[in-house]
């Protein structure tokens, strides 16, 4: 009995000190908070805009510049005696150059989003199929003088011919850089703002044509002077833009936007000049001898501007550029 009570004791005294070898089993730490040094800019159903992104837009235009008649001229001969004043009367035109353009543009830029506020740069070149109306005006010459004729004295001769005078300004294509802001209207919806330099290549082109007839006082025409001149530029012009719109997020990459802009390139001025060639008529004596041609001219001043819509999509490309944190301190 005794010696079974000392095999118990040491076998219990055995496991203990095995017990006490074996490493501790601590309770397991609490998970820690999540960290508060760092917020989230945008709320979680927010769409983010930052980034660069490009695309293309279909661009409906309407023209809305003036064209007016500054100036027109045509000396007569300085034959004979002058009965009255020979008078040259300038039918003036001033009125909206119209006309509906339908063109193509691509754009691309780059965004960055500061909560809710979007800001950013963007370029765009535009092609257009201008359709601008010529507009027109005219010079009313009249003139009379006796003795015109040195070998018909007191005969009286008459000079009458309005010269019409054209001028249309066309725009081939457009461009521009501007800045843009925005807001985040909803997840999905950025509306915003935009403005900056604009260039553009202007075609103008101005004409004057016409004829003026000499005609004695038995109504037989002595000569008759034609004009036919003109005068064309094709000039790249510096000028401001300013619009706004709104961009639709069809997904993340994939973006739709409606743009409404006005585009305005300042005043320009053209002339044109032709000196007149003549033709005898059939009235005795050598008509182009006595009556000496002159060179016609017209001045034209314009102010080109139009307005466009935009309808366009867009694609963003997945890495930033820039760091948005760079921006979000300020």
């Known amino acids: 009995m005794k010696i079974a009570l000392s095999a118990a004791a040491l076998i219990a005294s055995s496991i203990g000190a095995i017990a006490a070898d074996l490493p501790s089993r601590a309770e397991a730490p609490a998970p820690l908070p999540p960290s508060s040094s760092r917020t989230p800019m945008f709320a979680s159903d927010a769409s983010d805009w930052s980034g660069l992104y490009a695309g293309g837009a279909i661009v ?4 809305t510049g003036k064209s007016s008649l500054s100036g ?24 909206k150059n119209g006309g509906n353009t339908v063109g193509g543009s691509l754009f691309g830029g780059y ?3 500061v909560d809710s506020f979007v800001y950013g740069v963007e370029a765009d070149l535009t092609y257009s199929l201008d359709r601008s109306k010529s507009r027109t005006g005219s010079l009313n010459v009249n003139g009379a003088y006796t003795d015109a004729d040195p070998t018909q004295t007191g005969d009286t001769v008459s000079a009458i011919g ?4 054209s001028h249309r300004s066309r725009m081939n294509w457009d461009g521009s850089l501007r800045a843009r802001f925005g807001m985040v209207a909803a997840p999905s919806l950025l509306v915003f703002a935009t403005g900056g330099v604009a260039a553009g290549r202007i075609q103008q082109r101005t004409g004057i044509n016409g004829a003026i007839v000499f005609t004695d006082d038995q109504t037989d025409t002595q000569a008759t002077h034609n004009v036919s001149g003109s005068s064309e530029s094709n000039k790249i012009r510096l000028g401001w833009t300013l619009g706004a719109g709104a961009d639709y ?12 802009r006005y585009t305005s390139f ?3 001025s053209s002339s044109a000049s032709s000196t007149a060639s003549c033709v005898d008529g059939p009235a005795t004596g050598n008509g182009c001898t006595q009556l000496a041609v002159a060179t016609a001219s017209a001045s034209t001043k314009t102010t080109d501007a139009f307005h466009a819509v935009r309808i366009g999509l867009s694609y963003k490309f997945g890495a930033d550029i820039l760091p948005t944190t760079i921006f979000a301190r300020y």
Do not use: C, H
Not at 60 to 63: I, L, T
Not at 81 to 86: K, L, M, Q, R
Not at 162 to 165: E, K, N, R, T, V
């Open 60 to 63: 409906g235009s309407r023209s």
């Open 72 to 95: 027109a001229s045509y000396p007569l001969p300085a034959v004979g005696a002058v009965i009255g004043t020979n008078t040259n009367t300038l039918g003036l035109f001033n009125d």
């Open 111 to 113: 965004n960055v989003q």
């Open 162 to 165: 309005p010269l019409a005078i």
């Open 249 to 260: 997020k069809l997904t993340e990459s994939w973006t739709m936007r409606a743009e409404y």
């Open 266 to 268: 300042g005043k320009s």
